[in-house]
């Protein structure tokens, strides 16, 4: 987990930005994720992190709606995430070597319209713009699940 687990960090953030796990502790949550992702989603056993595909699968399992885009295009990602309120990214940590590792991050929309990401906490005023602070070396995006 501290090395490649963003992914369900990430699926878990979300789940409690949308108060999804109010019926569990988050320590049952977590538990929860992990044995999911790991039956269905660990890439390699988990050596190259948590597969987006299984993200999905289990929001779709727990009754959000869900929709992908894959583009690396800024102003279609900023227009694609018009319609959620909810994201979880696959980003590049470094968006000219692939060798500095994948990142999975949760982005919430804000009230104000605003975004903020968790795992790195920041905030910007487009999903693209948040994204990119989230980047170690410039934004490279690869896959987001709009969630509502």
């Known amino acids: 987990m501290s090395e490649n687990g963003c992914g369900p960090i990430a699926l878990l953030n979300a789940l409690m930005a949308f108060n999804n796990s109010s019926d569990k502790n988050i320590t049952e949550s977590l538990t929860s994720v992990v044995e999911f992702l790991e039956k269905y989603g660990a890439t390699l056993k988990g050596a190259f992190g948590t597969s987006p595909f299984a993200i999905r699968k289990y929001l779709k399992k727990e009754g959000f709606s869900t929709k992908v885009f894959r583009q690396n295009n800024k102003n279609k990602l900023n227009t694609f995430a018009q319609s959620y309120s909810g994201f979880i990214s696959l980003i590049y940590n470094d968006r000219s070597s692939i060798s500095h590792g994948l990142h999975i991050v ?43």
Not at 114 to 137: F, I, M, Q, R, V
């Open 106 to 148: 949760f982005t919430k929309k804000n009230d104000d319209g605003s975004y903020t990401s968790h795992n790195p906490l920041t905030e910007g005023l487009s999903l693209y713009d948040t994204l990119y602070k989230c980047a170690d070396k410039g934004l490279k995006h690869v896959y987001t699940i709009g969630i509502k």
